[in-house]
């Protein structure tokens, strides 16, 4: 069965700092892979996604994520956290050739400190 | 830019009674599907849509749920008899076929049951 694992259910860092969020997965096959941002009060948008192709995938606000197959990781990375970057964060998976059903994490909520 | 929206956004009721849950998808999109998440836990699956059936529904989607798309526009959710433990925020999500595509999430709506 897919499983995926966001290691720290918080994260906190300073403005203009490195934001790391971790998601590792299980699967026997490459997986479709997504990270989504919920601000509070709101639905889940999406950041990026990886299905093929260019393992770095660039997302929107800054955000980017590399797909790493050897170390079944799919971090979120973003240079310089704003303010505005505060929410909670969860990685999918969708396993490829099967149901389009994500799998989603527990989710990641980044606390930007000023 | 074509969102997804839900109706109502919070919605309070007794335990036994009956709730819908109200969701337009986007106009073009095919497949549809209710998630919930319960306070402070994952987002997870209940049941997928397409061509006025279920395609897939998951352990929690018993015989007290059910889903309906009653006018081409609308996709319902409706719990029959409420228990304390459906209190979770639902959200609606439409995608336009299957493949890499993505889920396009509502902003949810919020069920407390009292």
């Known amino acids: 069965a897919q499983s995926v694992t966001q290691l720290g259910s918080h994260v906190s860092v300073s403005e203009g700092a490195l934001v790391l969020l971790r998601c590792n997965y299980s699967s026997s096959v490459p997986p479709y892979l997504f990270w989504y941002v919920q601000y509070p009060n709101q639905g889940l948008q999406l950041l990026l996604k990886?299905?093929?192709?260019?393992?770095l995938v660039k997302g929107i606000n800054g955000f980017e994520a590399e797909f790493k197959k050897s170390e079944t990781s799919f971090h979120l990375t973003k240079p310089s956290a704003h303010m505005s970057d505060a929410a909670e964060y969860f990685c999918?998976?969708?396993?490829?050739?099967?149901?389009?059903?994500?799998?989603f994490g527990r989710g990641t909520s980044l606390i930007v400190h000023p | 830019e074509p969102e997804v929206t839900q109706t109502p956004s919070h919605q309070v009721t007794q335990m036994g009674q009956e709730v819908i849950l109200r969701c337009v998808p986007i106009?073009?999109?095919?497949?549809f599907y209710w998630y919930r998440q319960i306070l402070g836990q994952k987002v997870e699956f209940l049941v997928s849509f397409y061509n006025n059936e279920i395609s897939e529904k998951s352990e929690i989607f018993d015989d007290q749920f059910s889903v309906e798309r009653p006018d081409g526009s609308n996709f319902t959710l409706k719990i029959r008899s409420t228990k304390l433990e459906d209190s979770a925020m639902y959200f609606c999500a439409s995608m336009s076929e299957v493949g890499t595509d993505t889920q396009y999430f509502g902003p949810g709506t919020r069920l407390t049951v009292l």
């Open positions: 106009s073009n999109h095919l497949y």
């Open positions: 990886y299905t093929t192709g260019a393992t």
């Open positions: 999918a998976v969708i396993p490829s050739g099967g149901s389009y059903i994500p799998t």
